[in-house]
């Protein structure tokens, strides 16, 4: 079985900062994206940024040049990294990785798996 657990989440003030954190738990044997979405109330799920194996990263333009997304992969772990918050930015955010696991004896694959989300209110 695999799963992710993120953290972090809470209240703060505008202009405040958080840092999410995301572990992969599990057999895994290779990570490749990990990312971070999230959804406001009554609106879609959104990609707030991403980080591919290789390192690449890309960030939704609403959040450019206040959020940093980064891994560390020994760790198996992804964080997300906040600042300069807004109350827009309220929402739920969830993790999701695309990863190499064992999901059974001898049964080895690719899947997407998500966390179950951490809500991050940004109000004074």
């Known amino acids: 079985q695999v799963e992710l657990e993120e953290s972090g989440g809470g209240m703060v003030q505008p202009g405040g900062s958080l840092r999410l954190s995301c572990v992969a738990r599990g057999t895994i044997f290779n990570i490749d994206h990990m990312d971070w979405y999230r959804q406001a109330p009554g609106k879609q799920r959104e990609l707030v940024a991403s980080?591919?194996?290789?390192?690449?990263?890309n960030y939704a333009d609403s959040v450019k040049g206040r959020f940093t997304i980064s891994r560390d992969d020994a760790k198996k772990t992804v964080y997300l990294q906040m600042s300069g918050l807004k109350p827009e930015d309220t929402a739920v955010y969830f993790c999701?990785?695309?990863?190499?696991?064992?999901?059974?004896?001898?049964?080895?694959?690719?899947?997407?798996?998500w966390g179950q989300g951490t809500l991050v209110t940004v109000s004074s």
């Open positions: 999701k990785a695309d990863l190499t696991a064992a999901v059974g004896a001898h049964d080895v694959r690719d899947v997407e798996v």
């Open positions: 980080s591919s194996g290789g390192g690449t990263t």
